[in-house]
C-alpha cells in the first residue's frame, strides 16, 4: 500500500537558518503531494501542494517539488522565523481511494 | 464561516462509556475522513467515506463505527470507550474532483481522554 516517510525529528534551528525536511514516499498510481502545517492546539492546514510530477508547490516562503524519479517531496524554506515553530506533515492522496496516507510528522522548533 | 467543525472539543469518558463525535462541514465535499493523533504515531486514518451512504475502514477502525447519511454531517462513535482510545481526532474533508486537488480542509479536533 501507500506509504509516506517523513525525516524524524524533532529539528531545532536558529532564526533565519535554512530548513530542509525530507519526505519520501511508496505509490502505486500518480498521486498528488502535499505539506500540512500544525501550530499547537490546532487542526492541520494545508502548506502547498504539487500534483504532477516536476510541478514546484510553494506558499508562505517554503516550497517543495515533485521528484518521481527519487520519489521525494522534500519541503525547504530559505530563511526560517520564530513562528514557523510547528508539526510537519508530508501526504499524498490518490484521488481516486478517497483517502490520504501522511507521515509521522517533523516537529520544528526555531529559536531567536 | 466555511469549513470543518468538530464538536466537543473536549471530552472525558469512562470505561465502557459510549459517545459520538460530531462532525459537520458546509462546502459540499463528497470525501469525509476521521484520524486519531497519538504521539509519535503521525495520523492514523479510522474510518472515510466518498459520499453519502458510502463508508470504509482505514487503518484503525475497531472500537469505531460511522454512517454518512447526509454530505454535511460524518458522526464517529464510540461503542465502549477504552483508555487506548485516548487521543486526539480530527475530522477531514476534501472535494472530489481536480478543482481542489485533493488537499483536506482539517477540523480544530477533539480531545478525548478515557480514564
Known amino acids: 500500500g501507500d506509504s509516506v516517510t517523513q525525516m524524524e525529528g524533532p529539528v531545532t534551528l536558529s532564526e533565519e537558518a535554512f530548513l530542509t525536511i525530507n519526505c519520501t514516499y511508496t505509490?502505486?498510481?500518480?498521486?498528488?503531494l502535499f505539506w500540512y502545517v500544525q501550530y499547537p492546539g490546532e487542526g492541520l492546514q494545508l502548506l502547498l501542494k504539487a500534483t504532477k510530477a516536476d510541478d514546484k508547490g510553494s506558499n508562505k516562503g517554503f516550497e517543495a517539488t515533485y521528484r518521481k524519479e527519487t520519489t521525494s517531496f522534500h519541503l525547504e524554506k530559505g530563511s526560517v522565523q520564530v513562528s514557523d515553530s510547528a508539526v510537519y506533515f508530508c501526504?499524498?492522496?490518490?484521488?481516486?481511494?478517497?483517502?490520504?496516507?501522511f507521515g509521522d510528522g517533523t516537529t520544528l522548533t526555531v529559536k531567536p | 464561516n466555511a469549513g470543518v467543525t468538530q464538536t466537543p472539543k473536549f471530552q472525558v469518558l469512562k470505561t465502557g462509556q459510549s459517545m459520538t463525535l460530531q462532525c459537520a462541514q458546509d462546502?459540499?465535499?463528497?470525501?469525509m475522513s476521521w484520524y486519531r493523533q497519538d504521539p509519535g504515531m503521525g495520523l492514523r486514518l479510522i474510518h472515510y467515506s466518498v459520499g453519502a451512504g458510502i463508508t470504509d475502514q482505514g487503518e484503525v477502525p475497531n472500537g469505531y463505527n460511522v454512517s454518512r447519511s447526509t454530505t454535511e454531517d460524518f458522526p464517529l462513535r464510540l461503542l465502549s470507550a477504552a483508555p487506548s482510545q485516548t487521543s486526539v481526532y480530527f475530522c477531514?474533508?476534501?472535494?472530489?474532483?481536480?478543482?481542489?486537488?485533493?488537499?483536506?480542509?482539517f477540523g480544530s479536533g477533539t480531545r478525548l481522554t478515557v480514564v
Open positions: 505509490a502505486t498510481g500518480y498521486p498528488s
Open positions: 462546502m459540499n465535499h463528497e470525501y
Open positions: 501526504a499524498l492522496s490518490d484521488g481516486n481511494a478517497g483517502k490520504s496516507t
Open positions: 477531514a474533508s476534501r472535494d472530489r474532483g481536480r478543482r481542489s486537488n485533493y488537499g483536506y480542509t
